[in-house]
């Protein structure tokens, strides 16, 4: 008779670990398919910028309008100093770059910086264009850079200046920015 329970009891805590162990690589693998739902998802951001229309940021990539919203007011904060305002520039430019980015383009500004402390440059640009490639993650604006000595517009001429982007997850940052400068004629690019 002990012998018949013992094996009934042994039976018993057999099926229960069974169903246990069933229970616990079910619920394993829900756990591992909803990990890789969520993580695949694309995730949106839907924003309102001081513009007529809504934008929507997304994981899947960076939409014609975000990017030319973000390269106007990029342009504007990099093309636009004076020496009152050159330690905020750097800062500023540096804070919306890629990590990658930051080092070369720390030294870049701060070049401008010393170059300019103490004197009487002024320069702002008028922006006349701005062409987005959401693509290649680039972007282009023209327009009229005026360069101003104490009181007096010194120059002003149209320049074209290009900005390279890094998009990753919902987040537009800086790589690198500079001035196109025109291939001449008879000349290879």
């Known amino acids: 008779m002990d012998h018949s329970f013992a094996h009934e ?15 616990v690589l079910a619920l394993g693998g829900g756990l591992l398919i909803t990990l890789f739902a969520a ?5 949106e951001i839907v924003l309102q910028p001081i513009l007529p229309n809504t934008m929507t940021l997304s994981s899947a990539g960076v939409s014609a ?4 919203a973000v390269t106007r007011d990029t ?6 100093r004076s020496p009152e305002t050159l330690q905020y ?3 500023s430019l540096i804070e919306i770059a890629a990590p990658e980015a930051q080092g070369k383009l720390k030294t870049d500004l701060m070049g401008v910086l010393k170059e300019q402390q103490g004197s009487q440059i002024t320069q702002f640009v008028t922006i006349d264009w701005i062409k987005v490639d959401p693509e290649a993650l680039t972007s282009q604006v023209g327009g009229v850079v005026h360069t101003i000595v104490g009181s007096r517009d010194v120059r002003r001429e149209h320049r074209v200046f290009q900005f390279n982007w890094k998009y990753t997850g919902v987040s537009l940052r ?3 920015f500079g001035l196109v400068v025109p291939v001449e004629e008879g000349e290879e690019a």
């Open 9 to 23: 009891t042994s039976q018993r805590t057999l099926k229960q670990r069974n169903a246990l162990g069933i229970a």
């Open 39 to 43: 993580g695949s998802r694309d995730r």
């Open 65 to 68: 309008d975000y990017l030319e």
């Open 75 to 80: 342009a504007q904060l990099a093309l636009n």
């Open 89 to 91: 520039w750097v800062d």
């Open 174 to 176: 800086l790589l690198s």
